[in-house]
T-cell receptor
């Protein structure tokens, strides 16, 4: 099992460009999450999907959109990238069947917006 | 606002010593507690979880939970240089936002040979 996979690993964008970060999990988990991690700020939740067909905003959703394509895949889209979106992005998944709801993380995407 | 607080460190301990990492949380309804290890440039990796008051041991790691004091700790016995990493505390609530976890900002641990 690969666990949680993310593509791409690295990306450089110019301000105003768009891109989609891809995430897939093979653990049959029903919940998936997108976080960003910045120095001194810790992990902040952008969006999450409790189950296939549902998505909800997290702590810092502005400037992002998500799609839960199926149970395995959850993508994050930046429509018009800004330098403030320079960060490391992590996708995670969790099985909500009875707790304790531990989350498993992908390897991350390091994004730079110039 | 639900918060999880950790001392940012760095916490420096000599090889072979016990490293003690602490975490406090604000939501009294929290029910599940996690410790993640994150090496520089890598993703968080789950080390342990605990949801009952008391101690839980796994190899060199012991998680301690005191819900009355809203306090969680992680002890690492016989610390090794390979334990040098940032340790993230995370807290969850079964009845809360679809299993969402609140993460602390992490404590950086340095184990000196």
């Amino acid at each position: 099992n690969a666990g949680v996979t993310q593509t791409p690993k690295f990306q450089v964008l110019k301000t105003g460009q768009s891109m989609t970060l891809q995430c897939a999990q093979d653990m049959n988990h029903n919940s998936m999450y997108w976080y960003r991690q910045d120095p001194g700020m810790g992990l902040r939740l952008i969006y999450y999907s409790a189950s296939e067909g549902t998505t909800d905003k997290g702590e810092v959703p502005n400037g992002y959109n998500v799609s839960r394509l199926n149970k395995r895949e959850f993508s994050l889209r930046l429509e018009s990238a800004a330098p403030s979106q320079t960060s490391v992005y992590f996708c995670a998944s969790s099985d909500l069947a009875g707790g304790p709801y531990e989350q498993y993380f992908g390897p991350g995407t390091r994004l730079t917006v110039t | 606002q639900k918060e999880v607080e950790q001392n940012s460190g760095p916490l420096s301990v000599p090889e072979g010593a016990i490293a003690s990492l602490n975490c406090t949380y604000s939501d009294r309804g929290s029910q599940s507690f996690f410790w993640y290890r994150q090496y520089s440039g890598k993703s968080p990796e789950l080390i342990m979880f605990i949801y009952s008051n008391g101690d839980k041991e796994d190899g060199r790691f012991t998680a301690q939970l005191n819900k009355a004091s809203q306090y969680v700790s992680l002890l690492i016995r016989d610390s090794q240089p390979s334990d040098s990493a940032t340790y993230l505390c995370a807290v969850g609530n079964y009845g809360g936002s679809q299993g969402n976890l609140i993460f602390g900002k992490g404590t950086k641990l340095s184990v000196k040979p």
